[in-house]
C-alpha cells in the first residue's frame, strides 16, 4: 500500500514538472510553482513541508501535491503524503493569497506509552496511520526575483484507521472502537518559487 501512494505521489508530482515544463514562456497559462516551509503545530512540533505541482488557468489553480514530516516533543513523528489543491483568490503585484486543500495519508510513530501492565505485553512504539485533510489559508508576498515568502495557517485533520494498541485493547477485553479525529492547528512559513 505504501508503495502505491509513493508512486502515485512521484506520477503527479513528475507528470506535473513535465506539463509546467512544456508550457510556451510567453504565455503564463500554465507553470510550475513549489515551496519548502517550516512548520510548527500543536503539541511543539516543529517540521519541514513541501509542495510542488502546477499552476493553471492563468496562475488562479494550483494542482500538486504535498509532504511533510514533523517531530513533536509530546506526540512523535509524523510523515503525511497527499495532493493538494489551491485557490488563489488574489493575485496583485506584490501580493497573494489563497484557500487550499490537501487529502492524503498520514503516518504517526508516537512515544511509548506508559501502562500499568507488564512492558512485554504493551507496544514498543504506538504507530497509527490513517486519512488526512490539511485545510489551509496562505498568504504570498513577492519578492524581487518573482519568488515568494510564503506564510500559511493550516489544520491537520486525521481521521485514524489503525493504532498498534488495538490489538493490544482487544486482547484484554477493552473497547478498541476510539478511531476518531484528530484536530491539529499549525503555522507555516517558507519559501515559494
Excluded at 496511520?129 to 504570498?140: D, Q, T
Aim: with cysteine; charged share 20%; hydrophobic share 35%.
Amino acid at each position: 500500500m505504501k508503495k502505491l501512494i509513493a508512486a502515485i505521489f512521484m506520477a503527479i508530482l513528475f507528470g506535473s514538472a513535465s506539463f509546467a515544463a512544456d508550457n510556451d514562456s510567453t504565455t503564463k497559462e500554465r507553470y510550475y510553482e513549489g515551496s519548502v516551509s517550516l512548520i510548527y503545530s500543536y503539541l511543539i512540533s516543529p517540521g519541514i513541508y513541501t509542495t510542488h505541482g502546477v499552476r493553471i488557468d492563468n496562475g488562479k489553480h494550483f494542482i500538486g501535491g504535498s509532504a511533510s514530516l514533523s517531530a513533536g516533543l509530546f506526540d512523535g513523528f509524523s510523515a503525511n503524503l497527499h495532493f493538494t489543491y489551491r485557490l488563489f483568490y488574489t493575485d496583485k503585484e506584490k501580493f497573494d493569497a489563497y484557500i487550499g486543500c490537501g487529502a492524503g495519508y498520514y503516518h504517526d510513530f508516537d512515544p511509548y506509552r506508559g501502562t500499568a501492565y507488564a512492558s512485554n505485553n504493551t507496544p514498543d512504539v504506538n504507530q497509527s496511520l490513517g486519512l488526512n485533510l490539511i485545510p489551509e489559508i496562505g498568504w504570498g508576498i513577492k519578492l524581487r526575483n518573482g519568488d515568494m515568502i510564503d506564510i500559511a495557517i493550516i489544520c491537520s485533520v486525521k481521521f485514524r484507521l489503525y493504532d498498534s494498541w488495538t490489538d493490544y485493547y482487544i486482547s484484554k477485553g477493552k473497547d478498541a472502537t476510539d478511531f476518531g479525529l484528530n484536530l491539529k492547528p499549525g503555522l507555516k512559513i517558507g519559501y515559494r518559487f
